[in-house]
Every structure is written in C-alpha cells, then in structure tokens.
C-alpha cells in the first residue's frame, strides 16, 4: 500500500471501527427523533429542515462547509462536497432523503420517533427507509474528513490524501412525495450538487436467502408509479332503504376488481436478474422461482407461492413477485358523512407500480378495463402524480466496484442485479444522466423480515446489520474513489 493509498476497512483496527459504529448508530436514534414527517404532520411544521441543519452541523464537525436550502417552506435538504485531487475522474455522489412517510403512534410498540436501542435493534421511523444509509454515508465521510485532518489539512477546501475523486454528498427532502420539493428542484436550481460519475442510494446491497444461497440484490432500475384517484359516483339516500347505487357497495367493487394481479412480463433488468441466478443457484431452484413469479402456465394471474416452496421468505415472495407485472394497490377508501346517510360520492386512491415499457396511458387504460364498462360508467378515473421507470448500467465500473466489494467482505455472496418495486430520487438524477445504484450493504439474518419493514409498523435495523455494513460502504467508496 502506497503511503498516501487510502486505507482498505481491514487495513484500520477493530476499536475504530467499534467507536465507528457506536457513534453512527448514535446519529441513526438522533435522526429517529426528528420527525421528518412527509407530509408535514401537523400541517406547516419543518422536520425536513430541522432535519437538514442537524445533518449539516455534523458535517460542519467533520469539518466541512455544507449548504442548507430551504425552497419551499420547512422542506430543507442539505449538500457538501468533499475533495479529492481530482485525478481519478467526475466525483462519487452519496445520497439519501430525510423525509419519512407518517408513523401511526398507537400501532407500535415502540414510540415511532424515540429511537430506541432495544433487544439489538434501533427501533423508529426511518431506520430502514430511510436513516440507516444516511448515518452510514455520514460516517463513511467522516472517516475520510479525519484522514485530512490527520495530514494536517482542511476538509472543507484541501484534497483529502489518497482520495481521487470528489466525494458530494446530498440529502433531500420530500422523496416520499416525488421529490419535487427536494431533488427536483435541486436538479433545476444546482444540478452541480449532483453531476457525478455515479450515485449510491437507498434500496439495495442488502442480504436475501433464496434457496438456501445469499444474494445482494443492487439495485440497478425502479419500477414507475402512477398514482390515481378514483371517483365512484352513486345516489345519495336515506339508510333505512338500501339501495344499489351506493357508491360505497360500488366502491367495494371496484376495489376486489383491481385487486386481481396482472399477466407477468419479462423486462430486460429482471431478464438480468434471472441470467445471474441460473448461473448460481441449482436449476431446480432458479426454475421454481421463475414459475412462482410468472404463474402456473394456467392462469398467469394466479402464481405459486415461492414462500410455500421454502424458496424465500413471504416478504421476498411478494417483492419477487411485483416485479414481474404491473401492480395496483389501494391505499385509501374514503365514502359517507353519518351513518344513516348513503353515500352518493366515494373516492378510492390507487397506487400504480409500472414496469418498463409500461406507459401511463397504458396504466390508466388497464385500471379502466379492470372495472369493466360496468363499473366505468360510474367512475372517474384521474392522474394524481406519475414518474417513470429508471434504469442504470451494470457496464460501469461503479457496479464492478460494488460486486467485488460485496465479495471481499462476503465470499459466499451472490450479488446481483435487481430492479426495485418501489421508486427513489434516482428518477431525478436521470435527467442528469447519473447512474444511481442502490447500496445500503446490510447483512441480514434469515429470519429478518426486512422487505415488511419499509414503511411498516415497529421498523427497526438491527445493530449487527449496521456494524457489517459500515466498512463495506467505506471500502465501496474507498475502491472507486481512491
């Protein structure tokens, strides 16, 4: 190792990567207990910002100059850079959102924004979805923010020793909404925050048994999402004389219609997913997971459950199986104003997970004829919110980088690339032309039900997933960086 070669995780000692670890996980119940709520709950309140200054007085710690913006009121996100000699090509981008979706208080065991440390776990909004990287990439930057300061340099302006390319790290608000009011208008208003060789985001890197193997699925495309709102239309009419046209009994309808799941397709990034299987898994296995994800041969709406087969676990199951169709899910039901009133109106929000070559017309055209020209009739369909699907390269050295890191610190691993049903702020590093990969590298327990916890009751990372991932994360930036 040259003198100004920057330190592999095994190259540093056990104690400092405990004193690590203790202090991220410190940040990680810190963070739990800024409730970012998005939306803002109550109305008006700026747990983003708060959310942000935090963030920022610990990179001003560190030792670096970081920026708070605040473009709509109480959605702050903040952004630094940390430098490198600029000899290794365009910077490596960390990213994280500081929003979290609401938390109903009563459901949990645990209080939803205490961030406590119990039986192994941090428990709270946002330990998975999505805090925990946040803490981590902190650390990561921490770590090469101490090297500088060792050296006898300034973090905030002088190339950290060893480090070849910048690195930016940017955490935003409102990505739990689409991220107009955080990554959108950072893309619009200081895209220079962004531009990077490549990004490391939410969402991937994480341990999966399948098969009695373990994946790290990386996340390399998203699925699109359409979001709707749909108007059922009845009579309104006294409760003592039931009637047909309740648009509550209708709305019932037309929920159990949507609820059947679509033919499966094929896309190109699961057809990688599945090329990368065969070639580890026995092809038993790998068959049985492709049958439980398309469908029996009968009825492509109707799959084997990969769970049953002990294949996966359910969670995994139905992870696997979203992202081989176009899925509808309801979310919200509202109808009626007393209980011996029917209701004319009801309104049902759905929300869409597109695959790609999906469009949103071809979306709404299938909610359309799932209803039938019955239901239809009665109902009006309208777009709320829509973002297409995203995709990144694997022939990047960026990916490379992430696969062998995974492999040096697990040899047993399977990493793979994966498509995620769910969507991220990388829809809007696109229009950049920022690769973005997800990389929360997590070693999880069989027995974790990780997938259930993204926006689940009693979210919670455990401290032996984080105490793994941390040194993977700095080798992942040490490799591409340094």
């Known amino acids: 190792m040259a003198v100004l070669d920057l330190p592999r995780a095994a190259d540093l ?66 952004a630094a850079r940390l430098r490198g000699d600029g000899t290794g090509g365009d910077p490596l981008l960390l990213l994280s959102h500081l929003d979290v979706v609401p938390a109903p208080a009563a459901e949990w065991s645990h209080d939803p924004f205490g961030g406590h ?36 340099l300034d973090p905030a302006g002088d190339p950290v020793p060893g480090l070849r390319r910048d690195v930016l790290v940017v955490s935003t608000a409102d990505e739990e909404a689409g991220g107009h009011e955080g990554i959108g208008w950072i893309v619009r208003e200081h895209p220079e925050w962004l531009l990077a060789a490549g990004a490391l985001n939410e969402s991937g890197g994480f341990s999966v048994e399948v098969g009695g193997r373990r994946l790290y699925p990386i996340q390399v495309a998203e699925k699109g999402f359409a979001v709707y709102r749909i108007t059922v239309h009845g009579t309104w009419g006294h409760g003592s004389m039931p009637r047909e046209d309740n648009a509550a009994v209708v709305a019932a309808r037309v929920i159990g219609r949507l609820a059947t799941p679509g033919a499966p397709r094929i896309t190109d990034p699961m057809r990688r997913f599945l090329d990368v299987l065969s070639r580890h898994l026995p092809p038993e296995t790998a068959k049985a997971l492709l049958a439980s994800a398309m469908g029996d041969g009968v009825d492509p709406a109707r799959t084997p459950d990969p769970a049953a087969a002990g294949l996966v676990e359910p969670q995994t199951a139905r992870a696997l199986q979203a992202l081989f169709r176009d899925t509808i899910s309801v979310g919200v039901v509202r109808a009626g104003i007393k209980y011996n009133v029917i209701p004319g109106r009801a309104t049902i929000d759905i929300d869409c997970r597109v695959l790609p ?22 109902c009006d369909v309208d777009l709320i919110i829509f973002g297409g699907t995203v995709e990144s390269s694997i022939d990047t050295d960026l990916y490379r980088v992430l696969e062998a890191t995974i492999l040096d610190h ?24 920022v690769p973005c990969y997800g990389f929360s590298p997590l070693l999880m327990l069989p027995e974790e039900r990780y997938f259930e916890r993204f926006h689940g009751v009693d979210e919670r990372i455990s401290l032996s997933a984080l105490r793994w991932g941390l040194p993977v994360l700095y080798d992942a930036v040490r490799r591409f960086c340094g």
């Open 13 to 78: 000692t056990e104690a400092s990567w405990d004193r690590a670890h203790e202090r991220m996980v410190e940040d990680l119940r810190q963070l739990i207990r800024i409730p970012s709520v998005n939306p803002p709950d109550p109305p008006g309140s700026d747990g983003e910002l708060r959310a942000a200054r935090w963030i920022a007085g610990a990179l001003t710690e560190a030792g670096l100059q970081p920026t708070v913006v605040e473009p709509f009121p109480g959605r702050g996100s903040v």
């Open 117 to 152: 440390l119990e039986d192994g776990y941090v428990w709270g909004r946002g330990a998975v979805d999505m805090k925990n990287l946040l803490a981590m990439e902190l650390a990561v930057v921490r770590l090469l923010a101490e090297r500088a300061r060792a050296a006898g």
């Open 357 to 378: 070559g999906t469009s949103e017309a071809q979306m709404r055209a299938d909610v359309v004829d799932r209803l039938g020209s019955d239901l239809a009739a009665v």
């Open 410 to 433: 697990d040899p047993d691993a399977i990493p793979v690339p994966t498509m995620m049903p769910f969507a991220t702020d990388a829809k809007h590093l696109a229009a950049l032309g």
